[in-house]
């Protein structure tokens, strides 16, 4: 299931999770020193539990390694969202979290492209939506890159940090990935 984009090196893939995909995640994607932008706080470890269940792969959600020459630098993942009827109406919401050191290097666009193209050619979403934070600049040329187009903002959608803020909705169609 690797996938690869076909660009000089680094070489970026997306696979699925192993053990110790799990442990480096804990270590490297979560937690405060994984950024302001992906910070909440706190929370119940519920990933080794949905690993041991699934192995992070479901009808209605999915994770995957973002891996740079044979190492896990990140981890990309979808869940439905809807826009009506559930049974009809939905989409793939998509997101990206990198280790630090794997930010700024184009990484990120090559795997939302990858997570892209996959889930295209392998479910039978019409859209995938992303959202992020109005000051990530880095996220929203990363996403224009990949193909996403921007929609609109959403004020006061997310609260982190002690306070609400905005974030802008991306998306991309399958009539824009086929063109």
């Known amino acids: 299931m690797d996938l ?10 997306i696979r699925p999770y192993t053990s110790a995909d799990v442990i480096f995640a804990r270590q490297h994607l979560s937690g405060p020193d994984a ?13 080794q539990a949905a690993f041991d269940a ?8 999915g994770r995957l390694i973002v891996d ?8 990309v993942e979808w869940s439905k969202d809807s826009w009506g009827p559930a049974g009809n109406s939905w989409c793939w919401e998509v997101g990206i979290l990198l280790r630090k050191d794997a930010r700024g290097r184009g990484i990120g666009t090559q795997a939302q492209a990858l997570l892209r193209d996959y889930l ?5 979403a019409e859209r995938l939506q992303a959202i992020t934070d109005v000051e990530n600049i880095a996220e929203q040329r990363a996403l224009e890159k990949a193909g996403f187009s921007q929609e609109g903002r959403v004020r006061s959608a997310q609260w982190r ?8 909705l991306y998306a991309c169609i399958r009539s824009d990935w086929q063109s």
């Open 4 to 13: 690869d984009v076909g660009c000089a090196e680094p070489m970026i893939t």
């Open 35 to 47: 950024g302001d932008a992906v910070w909440f706080g706190y929370s119940s470890p519920r990933l």
């Open 54 to 61: 699934n192995g992070l792969l479901s009808p209605d959600s």
């Open 68 to 75: 740079e020459d044979g190492e896990a630098v990140g981890s």
């Open 120 to 124: 295209f050619s392998h479910t039978r």
């Open 161 to 168: 940090a002690g306070r609400w803020h905005d974030q802008y």
